[in-house]
């Protein structure tokens, strides 16, 4: 499968974030190394401070850290990139103009590729003979939307990057796969010490795969640079040198950006024994961190939760069939927690990528995701469980449920759509009701599973 193709697929409710990701892919801007526990520092080309006189102000800008992210670029160290490009995008526009400005002023033409915003501030910085030029530059960035910003930022730091001229690409963290075995070997890095990184299930709907050769890259050049990663479980260093296996999951976490809302995705590094590999909704990190006796910073820290007293609600299981893209129809069961995930709906979607569930998209323009090594079991027509990849049960009914005809028909093939949506999606709606929540779910971003095989009695 492409890369664009797997792109293509990904989740609706991701849109935002994708688009985000995709301007930030080059700069590698979707997560932050600030908590990755490294300190190293890129040395980029020597920029001094910005005079704003020249641009019809009288502030001053410092450049270091334009600068240090320029080498970041150049030295391909991605948590760098994310973490300098967003103090970049937070700090003072003199910077952006001053950057984006000496380069698009020499070029005759933007560039075939670069962005429509840059396009249009390529017309503004390229006109060095107008009158006003130096204001009307900083006005033309400090107008920019947020997200066109950061695409005029990107393509800026590509030339600059190019122009300070690229080193080769690292060789450790070259993925170990196989032509044709790419879906399968997603999750797992060898690296040039000898370690294994395994990726958490579903990092791959938050990362490219750039961008997750990059986290391997960079722990792999901290261990060098004798600052290594830390565990996120224990606060210790991870010897990448030492350990055979090295656990990357991710934290994703909201950030409220010059008011506006960042979805950022940053690597946890943990110990293969401190903790398996997932995707952390940041206040469940936070209450693990918590829990374990870890410093949180105060505004991350979690009310301590008592656990809910009485009878629970039981879960939904509702049974279907779906006409599956491409032509047939397939049985699908629906599964839905009668109770909320602590962590909301959030947490519940983290934790279901995390076991291998995938965005599934119910409008009929993509193939549904294939869930290899899962499997639904009936016992004489009723759906007793569901295995996962590995065995054990992800879900299993006392007794079994009672499925429909239709549903037994069209589980003869063998293969069934299985989803789950967080509670509250649903509920027991019926009908066309039930469809319309189903649909506005899925449009959300909510639905995930995938197809499974069949096994057992249909009768
Ligand atoms: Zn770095
Ligand atoms: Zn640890």
């Known amino acids: 499968m492409s890369k664009n193709e797997k792109k293509n697929r990904r989740r609706k409710s991701h849109a935002e974030r994708e688009r985000i990701k995709a301007k930030k892919a080059t ?11 490294t300190a190293h520092r890129h040395q980029g080309p020597e920029i001094g401070p910005v005079d704003g ?3 019809g102000t009288d502030r001053q800008a410092e450049m270091q850290t ?13 948590p760098c990139q994310a973490s300098l490009a967003d103090k970049v995008l937070a700090g003072d526009r003199l910077v952006v103009a001053s950057l984006a400005g000496t380069v698009y002023s020499l070029l005759p033409s933007p560039g075939a590729t670069c962005s429509p915003a840059t396009r249009r501030f390529h017309t503004v910085a390229h006109d060095t003979g107008r009158p006003g030029y130096g204001p009307a530059v900083l006005a033309a960035v400090e107008e920019l939307s947020q997200e066109d910003l950061e695409a005029l930022l990107e393509d800026t730091l590509d030339l600059w990057a190019a122009a300070a001229g690229t080193a080769p690409a690292a060789e450790a963290g070259t993925p170990d796969q196989e032509a044709g075995e790419e879906e399968r070997d997603t999750h797992r890095y060898a690296a040039a010490s000898g370690t294994a990184y395994l ?15 990059g986290l391997v890259e960079h722990a792999e050049k901290s261990a060098v640079s004798g600052d290594p990663v830390v565990c996120f479980l224990c606060d210790e260093p991870i010897d990448v040198t030492a350990e055979s296996e090295v656990h990357v999951g991710v ?5 409220a950006v010059d008011g506006r809302q960042l979805d950022t995705v940053q690597p946890v590094w943990t110990h293969p024994g401190c903790g398996r590999t997932r995707i ?12 374990r006796g870890l410093y949180v910073a105060p505004e991350d820290r979690q009310p301590e939760k008592p656990p809910v007293p009485g009878p629970r609600n039981a879960d939904y299981t509702h049974f279907s069939v779906a006409r599956q893209p491409g032509g047939g129809m397939v049985p699908l069961v629906l599964v839905e927690p009668g109770e909320p995930d602590e962590y909301g709906i959030e947490g519940y979607l983290a934790a279901r990528l995390s076991e ?28 007793v469980s569901v295995m996962r990849a590995g065995g054990g049960a992800w879900y299993r009914q006392e007794g079994g449920y009672a499925t429909p005809g239709n549903w037994r028909q069209a589980a003869r093939q063998r293969t069934a759509l299985f989803l789950v949506v967080p509670a509250g999606t649903v509920g027991d709606r019926e009908g066309d009701d039930w469809l319309a929540a189903v649909s506005r779910a899925a449009e959300a971003g909510h639905v995930l599973g995938g197809l499974v095989a069949v096994r057992g009695t249909l009768s």
Request: hydrophobic share 35%; glycine share 14%; with cysteine.
């Open 66 to 78: 334009a600068s240090a992210l320029i080498g970041a670029c150049v030295e391909k160290c991605r």
């Open 251 to 255: 934290g994703t976490r909201t950030l």
């Open 199 to 213: 990726m958490s299930a579903g990092i791959d709907q938050l990362l490219s795969v750039q961008e997750m050769q």
């Open 27 to 37: 700069s590698g801007a979707s997560y932050t190394s600030a908590q990755s526990g």
């Open 280 to 291: 952390w909704p940041w206040p469940e990190l936070m209450a693990e961190r918590q829990r």
């Open 53 to 55: 006189s020249g641009f």
């Open 356 to 383: 291998g569930f995938k965005p599934v998209d119910l409008g009929g323009g993509q193939p549904f995701p294939v869930l290899d090594g899962w499997h639904l079991r009936c016992e004489r027509g009723r759906m």
